[in-house]
């Protein structure tokens, strides 16, 4: 049964089976997206409670089979016994005076023994409708956390993946501001030269360090950003990555295959494993309702017993045997209403089930369809946003010339930076958005795995996006400040 269950469930058996393993803290190294992947595979600390809990699954329905499996007893005893008697007996008629005087006080003994007992006794259920239907019960919770399993691993792996892309978005983001920042500082420097020679006003002073003040808040933002997406990922992975690789100009930017979204819908119905959850707790439920019914039912047990006796009392030697071998079974009549009851209890909880499935069903649908739409948007979207740099790219050419005869002044030009420069973010975030919609739509129609972000890897250039500590404090501080811990000991 088991073999034949794991061939049903193996597409939602643990995805990295032969994962190769690696030490939990490691120092601080570059890494891919595979790489980092297989990390959190390895060490992520919640898929290992998950993974434990399915064994804990598993072990129940072995706990449940015992109770159809012969039951076998012993038990035994060593007794020291010890007993007072006393008695007295009345005087009667027609005895004489001194005969009477010489038996009114009899009474008086103690006596003391050991004895020694041996029970062993053996039980086979026979018919046990109770015992069965527990077994069918582990059996579907078995099935139902496969998928449960799968449904953890998944989400790591969109997790790790959107971490990943959060870092590389927000040092674009940060590259951006940078320059940005830089750019206006020259125009600043420009400006207040202007002023000290009188060709500006004071005003543009103002505006252009206004400009700059906003850049520089801008930046220190956007380092905040890239600061925490590391952590985020340290998080997930239980490692320290000093670098990454970047995402490469030539990612190709196109509509997920195939190009139907009826497709994914049908997909996401069929394999998602959160539906698949949900759809195996129905069963699960049923069998509750069977279980409850099932304790109306008679039981039905072969049993043998065997008893040993032996005692040393009143100098007495031997002892005492028997045995039974016979058939016993038990009919419950009536049980207070409380067999009723469980049934109505899970006949509710089947009713509630089956909502609960066709709730995850209708938001599975609803998700897939949206991320559909949102990476069909993200394509067109990717190319506007690249068209909107060489736009504004120009644009600020045609500013800065307008200013230099007269034709705009300060305020334009600082405008017109500030325009191309989030016009470069916004063309980073529109990419890692394409990215990671992708991937949550592949996660959501069920079919998000290791080969999905091996794809996604080899969009990867050797470029390096490198971390470096915040300014203050010692590397050692941070480094303890930053110390994940060791991963706990099972058993201990």
Do not use: C
């Amino acid at each position: 049964m088991r073999l034949a269950h794991w061939a049903v469930n193996a597409p939602f058996r643990p995805l990295l089976l032969a994962v190769l393993t690696s030490s939990f803290m490691l120092p601080a190294h570059a890494a891919d997206l595979i790489n980092i992947t297989r990390d959190a595979l390895n060490n992520n600390a919640a898929l290992a409670s998950a993974r434990a809990e399915f064994s804990s699954v598993e072990a129940a329905s072995d706990v449940a089979s015992g109770a159809l499996l012969p039951q076998v007893n012993a038990s035994g005893n060593v007794v020291h016994n010890q007993q007072y008697e006393s008695q007295s007996f009345a005087r009667s008629a027609g005895q004489g005076a001194e005969q009477s005087a010489g038996t009114a006080g009899v009474g008086g003994s103690d006596d003391r023994f050991n004895t020694v007992s041996l029970s062993l006794e053996a039980t086979q259920a026979l018919f046990n409708e109770v015992a069965r239907q527990e077994v069918n019960q582990a059996e579907r919770q078995i099935d139902q956390q496969v998928y449960l399993l799968a449904a953890t691993e998944q989400q790591l792996l969109i997790d790790v993946a959107s971490a990943y892309f959060d870092i590389l978005r927000a040092h674009e983001v940060l590259e951006a501001r940078l320059a940005q920042e830089r750019a206006i500082g020259r125009q600043l420097e420009q400006a207040r030269e202007q002023f000290e020679v009188g060709l500006i006003a004071i005003t543009e002073v103002e505006e252009a360090r206004a400009s700059f003040d906003q850049s520089r808040a801008d930046r220190i933002a956007a380092e905040s950003n890239l600061q925490v997406a590391f952590e985020v990922l340290e998080q997930l992975t239980g490692q320290r990555y000093a670098s990454i690789d970047a995402l490469g100009d030539a990612m190709p930017i196109a509509l997920p295959t195939p190009s139907d979204r009826n497709y994914w819908v049908e997909q996401a119905i069929e394999r998602n494993p959160q539906v698949l959850a949900q759809q195996a707790g129905i069963e699960l439920s049923r069998v509750g309702v069977e279980l409850a019914r099932a304790g109306r039912m008679p039981t039905v047990q072969a049993f043998a017993n065997y008893q040993y006796a032996d005692s040393d009392r009143d100098q007495v030697s031997g002892y005492d045997t028997s045995s039974q071998v016979g058939v016993s079974a038990n009919l419950p009549i009536y049980t207070g209403g409380s067999t009723s009851a469980r049934i109505r209890q899970g006949t509710f909880l089947l009713e509630s089930s089956q909502y609960d499935f066709e709730s995850q069903r209708r938001t599975t649908i609803q998700q897939v369809r949206s991320l559909y739409t949102q990476v069909s948007n993200n394509v067109d979207t990717v190319e506007a946003r690249q068209q909107a740099i060489v736009s504004n790219r120009s644009a600020l050419e045609a500013t800065r010339a307008g200013y230099e005869v007269g034709t705009r002044n300060i305020v334009d030009v600082l405008n017109a930076e500030q325009n191309l420069y989030n016009a470069i973010a916004n063309y980073a975030e529109a990419r890692y958005d394409y990215v990671v919609n992708l991937l949550s739509l592949r996660q959501q129609a069920g079919l998000l795995d290791v080969e999905a972000i091996e794809e996604v890897n080899a969009w990867l250039t050797g470029d390096q996006v490198n971390f470096t500590l915040p300014e203050g404090g010692s590397p050692d501080t941070y480094q303890r400040a930053m110390e994940i811990g060791a991963p706990p000991t099972p058993g201990a």
